[in-house]
């Protein structure tokens, strides 16, 4: 498993994630793993600890059940399946990139789904309130911090890569005041053009480092900050990410 981390350096402070607004994140994420076949999912959290919160990265040790409702057909008198699924002391790590909170952790369970015959149409052949735990509350999740900018571009570092290759000359660090500092540690300057998204870099490393026809654009990938190196017909030939 990959866990896409991001430091502070790109929230505007520390943030941490309590146990409730844990839950509502948590509990968004797996309705969205839930396949199309599952008619209806509840999630029942029996204990949720925060283990550390260090640098606007949370920790978390998750104990929570997931109960999976299907329909069925009953024009054919098949009246679907509830299934439960237990996640035992499960570590999860939220850490807010963007302004998205990005989630690390096993979405699978740890035991197999318990699964039961529904009797009859509408009915749950494992009623939801039979069942230990408490679902999160309904406010919608906070959304997560947003990033400190200069110029447009998100502050902080940023790693390159190339066809797979880690590009560590390339690295950089977005400063206020539209600066920047090379993997050198040389400061030069930048301007953004959000109209066409282009990067212009005065001094250091990427002022003329770049090979020959090729140009630096910005974006957010969904919500990562990105300066994209791209060669002349707008093909991207590496890319860093903020990290």
């Known amino acids: 498993m990959r866990l896409l981390l991001v430091p502070v350096a790109f929230a505007a402070a520390a943030w941490a994630v309590d146990v409730e607004s844990a839950k509502r994140i948590l509990a968004d994420r797996w309705q969205a793993v839930k396949t199309q076949s599952i008619d209806e999912r509840r999630i029942l959290f029996q204990d949720v600890r ?40 499960q570590p999860f790590t939220i850490i807010g990139r963007g302004t998205t909170w990005q989630i690390g952790g096993a979405f699978n369970p740890q ?15 494992i009623p939801l309130n039979t069942l230990p735990g408490k679902e999160a509350g309904a406010a919608a999740a906070a959304a997560a911090p947003p990033m400190s900018r200069s110029g447009g571009l998100a502050i902080g570092k940023y790693e390159c890569w190339a066809y797979g290759r880690a590009r560590m000359l390339l690295n950089l660090t977005i400063e206020t005041g539209n600066r920047y500092r090379d993997s050198a540690g040389k400061q030069g300057a930048f301007e953004f053009n959000p109209a066409n998204r282009r990067v212009t870099f005065r001094g250091g490393m990427w002022d003329g480092g770049l ?3 090729t140009y630096a654009s910005y974006e957010e990938r969904s919500g990562v900050p990105t300066l994209s190196v791209r060669a002349a017909d707008g093909a991207e030939v590496s890319f860093c990410e903020g990290k």
């Not at 035991?111 to 052949?125: F, I, L, M, Q, R």
């Open 111 to 125: 035991d197999y789904a318990t699964c039961k015959d529904n009797p009859g149409e509408g009915v749950s052949a």
């Open 50 to 89: 925060v283990i550390s919160d260090r640098g606007g990265t949370t920790e978390l040790q998750v104990t929570a059940l997931t109960w999976d409702y299907t329909k069925g057909y009953p024009k054919n008198r098949y009246w679907g399946t509830t299934c439960v699924s237990k996640y035992e002391k």
């Open 211 to 213: 090979p020959a026809g």
